[in-house]
């Protein structure tokens, strides 16, 4: 079993910057990737960025690419996601997420999941 905690998140001004962090514990040494993921009101969830856990290859939602950075910790187990220059598209709640078979775009993908964390932001 993998624990997921995550931290940060809040309200903001568009434009801010928020960090938000997900603390892994239990069996990581199952962790083969992690990502962050959003829900917003009436959508579904979808895929914000992607790390491969030792080989630290990340992947973006195009759209994002450039305002998001996804980073990892592994001698913390702690995975990152740096949100600059926020809009309110943005406003969602996050959740960060581990998969023990690989790292990919679908929720389906991953096996434990945080608690989630509400980010909006303001005009």
């Known amino acids: 079993q993998v624990e997921l905690v995550q931290s940060g998140g809040g309200l903001v001004q568009a434009g801010d910057s928020l960090r938000l962090s997900c603390a892994a514990s239990g069996r990581t040494s199952r962790i083969r990737g992690m990502g962050w993921f959003r829900q917003a009101p009436g959508k579904e969830r979808e895929a914000v960025a992607v790390?491969?856990?030792?080989?630290?290859?990340?992947t973006y939602l195009p759209s994002l690419k450039g305002r998001f950075t996804i980073s990892r910790d592994n001698a913390k187990n702690t995975l990152f996601l740096q949100m600059n220059s926020l809009k309110p598209e943005d406003t969602a709640v996050y959740y960060c997420?581990?998969?023990?078979?690989?790292?990919?775009?679908?929720?389906?993908?991953?096996?434990?999941w945080g608690q989630g964390t509400q980010v909006t932001v303001s005009t």
């Open positions: 790390i491969s856990w030792h080989g630290g290859v990340t």
């Open positions: 997420a581990a998969s023990t078979r690989g790292v990919g775009f679908t929720t389906g993908q991953y096996d434990y």
